[in-house]
């Protein structure tokens, strides 16, 4: 085979992996691939394209504009050949539930519990999948639990509700001691930026006030440890008080800055035959039901 016919899921996979990890490294542990291996299936793929995907010429991997087309595409190619597998699968088959964390803040067991009492028939599996999507555009989960913008192509989204936002702190810092804070107060301190979660960027800060030091991770066992080292602090919302408590760090309300939408993200095709009772429960638990 050659050309556009030498083109299997797994190199679209394998892409997606890559695109959404940002590093060929990351994709092959995600993968559970070695580096070459990966290295040597986006070649392929870019040879049968005949264009360049990713950026090579950089420190950091990043896609080129044809890699940023062919992402979307790609993403909606494996959902609909998920949907395809789905098709002839029975309805008592668990639905499956992505989050990249904290999942759905003080509404998570409720809703867990509601959903047993009412769909005793229909496991539900919630997930944790470190990826922006949480594992949604490559077809790993049927509805996601996500927080902030949403821009993956044939996503549909609902918002299910918005959460303040606090500063977690190395558990001695000084800051604690205050019972609030501004975004002001942190912007000499160095921020920790989850990549996963995608909530929290330097754009919080006015342009002539910005942090200037960073340190990145990827997902939130990593950003909790190194703030508890004292490496840096973080801003998220109140749902990681609840469900990520940690000796280490602790949590001060951030006055000053915007709410976080909270959304429920499925994908725009024929999916799980319980995904919109599961969508109905979660609003109505939401709003106090």
């Not at 797994?10 to 997606?16: A, I, P, T, V, W």
Request: with cysteine; aromatic share 4%.
């Amino acid at each position: 085979m050659s050309g556009l016919s030498a083109i299997e899921l797994r190199h679209l996979r394998c892409f997606l992996a890559i695109a959404e990890e940002g590093s060929v490294t990351r994709a092959a542990l995600r993968l559970r691939l070695t580096q070459p291996a990966v290295s040597r299936t986006l070649a392929a793929l870019e040879d049968a394209l005949g264009v360049r995907l990713v950026d090579r010429s950089t420190h950091h991997l990043a896609l080129t504009a044809e890699g940023r087309a062919f992402r979307d595409k790609a993403a909606v190619a494996v959902a609909a050949f998920e949907d395809a597998l789905d098709a002839g699968r029975s309805t008592r088959r668990p639905l499956r539930l992505g989050h990249a964390w904290a999942a759905a803040g003080r509404y998570t067991t409720p809703l867990l519990r509601r959903w047993r009492e009412t769909h005793p028939d229909v496991p539900l599996d919630l997930l944790r999948i470190d990826d922006r999507s949480a594992g949604l555009t490559r077809g790993a989960v049927d509805v996601a639990l996500l927080r902030g913008t949403v821009d993956a192509p044939g996503l549909v989204t609902e918002l299910l509700t918005t959460e303040r936002r606090v500063a977690a702190l190395p558990a001695d810092s000084p800051l604690v001691a205050r019972p609030r804070l501004t975004l002001a107060d942190l912007a000499h301190q160095t921020i920790a930026i989850n990549t996963v979660s995608g909530t929290t960027t330097l754009d919080l800060w006015p342009g002539d006030r910005r942090p200037t030091a960073t340190i990145t991770v990827a997902n939130t066992d990593d950003w909790l440890a190194a703030i508890a080292a004292g490496r840096a602090v973080g801003v998220t919302t109140t749902a990681t008080t609840g469900m990520h408590p940690h000796p280490g760090v602790a949590y001060v309300p951030l006055v000053d800055a915007p709410r976080v939408p909270v959304v429920l993200a499925w994908r725009d095709a024929a999916g799980h035959p319980a995904l919109r009772d599961l969508v109905a429960l979660a609003h109505e638990v939401a709003s106090g039901g």
